[in-house]
Each structure stands twice: as structure tokens, then as C-alpha cells.
């Protein structure tokens, strides 16, 4: 049964819309990530947040952005998808790193 | 700086084969974490195992062995008796303050 669950699985969306990817945990993790990861490559880092209003950028420059209005919700948001945004994007959350990261399913983006 | 190398991109192995995939890691850290991670077709990154920096002891769980030694900053994972289920990309990976920094990945297909 997963504890951090990513909306939409899989997504197939037009050029220039605007999508939110979903990403929510009932463990109470202060601590949440997004990675972005083209299959079975690198994982990149895009943005973390380490509490409710906290939000910082990654290591890997990203077009998207990010909130924490709530602990338990981390939304992505791309305001105008491109075909470059095709990805996986993998959501984690942890009570902190020498624990690890609990990962979601992962959102499949294509933008055609 | 902390950094990942997992020098095997891509193993395969015939079932019942054991394989080893390879960690280097480097840090300048003296307290630390490791782990490694499986990520199915499927998409999602499945915990397997986490070590600290002061507990240089093995660990066997099943099929599964990890060997780690800070002498040469490796962290290895061993599968004895490989199945076709244990087809996956494994990912190396090492605390980085808050964060992790993930090796490349090792791509291992598992032929019946």
C-alpha cells in the first residue's frame, strides 16, 4: 500500500497547455522532492521543499515550479508544456536523509 | 564534493547466475549513508537496502548481499542466484546534506 501517491500515471498532453502533476504522502515527511527522469536513466533533482512554505531549486534547471501549502501536498506545475518537458517525474518524501527517500509510482509526461 | 559511480551500465546475466554491480563513492563527509535502490519497468524506485558510514558490517537478506568498504569507498550488491524478476535498473546512492546524490544506475537483464 503506498504512502506517497503521484497523479496522473500517465499523461499526454499538447504543447503550450498548462499541467499540474500531483503529489501527496500521509506519513507526515517534513521533507519532499521531485526528480525528473527520462526511463531507466539518471535521476535529477528539480526541486525540494523541507517544510510547509519552503521550496528550493534543484541541481538540474527546471522550467516547472513547485508549492507547499501543506505538508502532506507538493505540487508541479509546468505553465506551458513542451515537447523537451517529456519525461518521467518522480515524487519522494522523507522524515529525514539518513532514512532515505520513500519514492511514488512516478508521473510519465509526454507532450506531443 | 559528493559523487556516485556505478561503472556498469548495463549486465546480463543467464537465470541462477550471481551478479555483482558495482558503488564507488566519494565524500568527504565522515558520517554518511548509502543505499541502493531497484527501479522495475514499472517506473518505481524501490528501497533495498541503507548502510552508515560506522557499520562496516555485510548484510545478506535472501538472495541479496551487500559488501561495503570505506577502505575503497565501494558499495557493492551482490544477487546470488539471479531471477528474471530481478530485472531492473539499480541505482548507487549517498547522502548529500538533506539530499542524495544517485549513481548513473546499472541496467541488469536477467535472460531465462
Known amino acids: 500500500e503506498a504512502d506517497i501517491y503521484q497523479t496522473p500515471r500517465y499523461l499526454v498532453i499538447g504543447t503550450g497547455k498548462k499541467i499540474t502533476l500531483e503529489c501527496s504522502q500521509t506519513?507526515?515527511?517534513?521533507?519532499m522532492y521531485w526528480y525528473q527522469q527520462d526511463p531507466g536513466m539518471e535521476l535529477h533533482l528539480i526541486h525540494y521543499s523541507y517544510g510547509v512554505n519552503s521550496t528550493e531549486k534543484g541541481d538540474l534547471s527546471s522550467e516547472s515550479t513547485v508549492s507547499r501549502i501543506r505538508t502532506e501536498h507538493f505540487p508541479l506545475t509546468l505553465e506551458s508544456a513542451r515537447p523537451s518537458h517529456t519525461s518521467q517525474y518522480l515524487c519522494a518524501s522523507s522524515v529525514g536523509t539518513h532514512y532515505g527517500y520513500t519514492f511514488g509510482s512516478g508521473t510519465r509526461l509526454t507532450v506531443v | 564534493a559528493q559523487k556516485v559511480t556505478q561503472a556498469q551500465t548495463e549486465i546480463s546475466v543467464v537465470e541462477k547466475e550471481d551478479v555483482t554491480l558495482d558503488c564507488v563513492y566519494e565524500?568527504?563527509?565522515?558520517?554518511?549513508?548509502l543505499f541502493w535502490y531497484k527501479q522495475p519497468p514499472s517506473g518505481e524506485l524501490v528501497f533495498l537496502i541503507r548502510r552508515n558510514s560506522f557499520d562496516e558490517q555485510n548484510e545478506i537478506s535472501g538472495r541479496y548481499s551487500w559488501n561495503f568498504q570505506k577502505s575503497t569507498s565501494s558499495f557493492n550488491f551482490t544477487i546470488t542466484a539471479s531471477q528474471v524478476v530481478d530485472s531492473a535498473v539499480y541505482f548507487c546512492?549517498?547522502?548529500?546534506?538533506?539530499?542524495?546524490?544517485f549513481g548513473p544506475g546499472t541496467r541488469l537483464s536477467v535472460l531465462p
Open positions: 506519513m507526515g515527511h517534513d521533507k
Open positions: 546512492a549517498l547522502t548529500r546534506g538533506q539530499n542524495f546524490v
Open positions: 565524500t568527504r563527509d565522515t558520517t554518511y549513508y
